[in-house]
């Protein structure tokens, strides 16, 4: 048995989806378990759905029925007449308007993910319909009846032994009656049957989680580039395919921000020696990337760009040492916001922080802690990792940057920067 994960990209429209179908095709003996993601920008568009109806603006409903009526677009170019499929996907909708007809929940994250959650099973009951018209035997599967979380919306954490025990109960006894099995990235559940969210693009970690408790031969995702590059090519020329990977340097390079995989998608592909292939489905035929543990860890240099960062420096109001008990306190106010921290600094008398600015997170971190210490922010920032160093690399990175902060561990270097404008000398006239 083995998984494919199919991302945003590859599903974005009615010829993406019949992509898709193609490349199964090739696969129409096996036995597939296949996790599907929102199509296209969905996500996008249904976060702005979220904000609508949190700030009451009026156009909530207006978003979402743009949104319904895209998918019944590709419903009629992919599958014609069929009202059965286009009164599943009205269903799925209609859940999300029964959450904007009360008001505003108090618990935004909560309501995030009661909404969000509609593009993953949206897009999965399309695919899932196409691929039975054309000839390719699938069950659909509701991953909210097998993965379960905690009750921490937008960042659900994983309860093992009971999604453990549902994808042996449900999941593999579906497959011992042929045909593919088709589900959601991206979606859990509480044990009270609350959707939850597994963190932004979290589908490849839902492949990996199902890849795990089905004990699967491999994972596979198939991505709009040929495989794990060395760089992101949307910003930097002269990039190069990883043919080979190993799992540690792999999660390196997801924990630094590479965004090709989800960071915590490798473990438990690691803790069972499940290898996970990075392929294209623009060329399916392509080698991709293979990340297993039989690799030599021997690469060139990596970069991984994470944008859109804030950097905190911290100190306390009475000009005394940052002691333990000070960073405890700052530690559990970042655990209980789920705020991620790429790089820290601490002094005797100042704590400096760079954390990914999502949401509110941010401001409503330095309020909670404003009475005992003093915080200045500094946003729209870049961190930037190069693993596997070299100097004219750093010393092109840095150029019209401000370095913030920078750590050199063993091969990796941290920097976060700035833009500032190139100072140039003036032409006086003489």
């Not at 039975?132 to 979380?149: C, E, H, M, S, Y």
């Not at 060329?283 to 543990?293: A, E, H, K, Y």
């Not at 330095?366 to 915080?375: L, M, T």
């Not at 729209?380 to 160093?389: A, D, F, M, P, Q």
Request: net charge negative.
């Amino acid at each position: 048995m083995k998984v494919f994960k199919f991302g945003g990209a590859s599903v974005r429209d009615e010829n993406a989806i019949q992509n898709v179908g193609r490349i199964l095709e090739s696969y129409r003996d096996e036995s597939l378990v296949i996790v599907v993601s929102a199509m296209g920008k969905t996500t996008n568009a249904l976060e702005a759905v979220v904000n609508a109806h949190a700030k009451k603006t009026g156009k909530a409903f207006e978003l979402l029925e743009g949104i319904k009526q895209q998918h019944f677009e590709v419903i009629d170019h992919l599958l014609g007449a069929d009202e059965a499929v286009k009164a599943s996907v009205n269903d799925i909708f209609v859940e999300a308007e029964w959450v904007l007809e009360e008001a505003p929940h108090p618990n935004y994250d909560f309501m995030y993910d009661q909404i969000v959650c509609i593009g993953e099973l949206a897009s999965s009951r399309i695919l899932a319909a196409y691929l039975n018209k054309i000839g390719l035997p699938t069950q659909w599967l509701d991953a909210r009846d097998v993965i379960v979380t905690d009750d921490i919306f937008r960042e659900g954490w994983v309860l093992w032994e009971e999604t453990l025990r549902n994808a042996r109960e449900k999941v593999a006894p579906a497959l011992e009656k042929g045909g593919f099995i088709l589900t959601q990235g991206f979606i859990g559940t509480t044990s009270e049957n609350f959707t939850t969210t597994l963190g932004r693009e979290g589908s490849d970690y839902s492949a990996a989680i199902f890849s795990f408790c089905l004990d699967a031969e491999s994972m596979t995702i198939w991505k709009d580039v040929p495989g794990v590059l060395t760089a992101d090519p949307r910003k930097f020329d002269n990039v190069t395919k990883l043919d080979k990977l190993s799992y540690r340097e792999a999660i390196e390079m997801t924990y630094y921000g590479a965004k090709v995989i989800h960071p915590k998608t490798i473990k438990p592909l690691q803790n069972k020696n499940i290898p996970l292939y990075v392929k294209s489905f623009i060329d399916p035929s392509g080698s991709g990337t293979l990340i297993s543990s039989d690799v030599e860890d021997n690469y060139p240099p990596i970069v991984a760009i994470e944008e859109d960062q804030a950097f905190l420096n911290i100190s306390t109001r009475d000009f005394s040492f940052v002691a333990e008990h000070h960073m405890s306190y700052l530690f559990q106010k970042i655990a209980e916001l789920r705020i991620q921290v790429h790089m820290m600094q601490n002094t005797a008398i100042s704590f400096a922080l760079c954390v990914a600015n999502v949401d509110d997170k941010v401001e409503r971190f330095a309020k909670s802690i404003e009475k005992d210490f003093k915080v200045d922010v500094d946003y729209g920032l870049e961190l930037i990792t190069v693993r596997h160093y070299q100097k004219p690399l750093l010393d092109s990175l840095r150029e019209g940057k401000i370095v913030l902060l920078e750590e050199r561990i063993r091969n990796t270097v941290q920097m976060v920067v700035k833009d500032v404008p190139v100072m140039r000398r003036k032409v006086v006239a003489g």
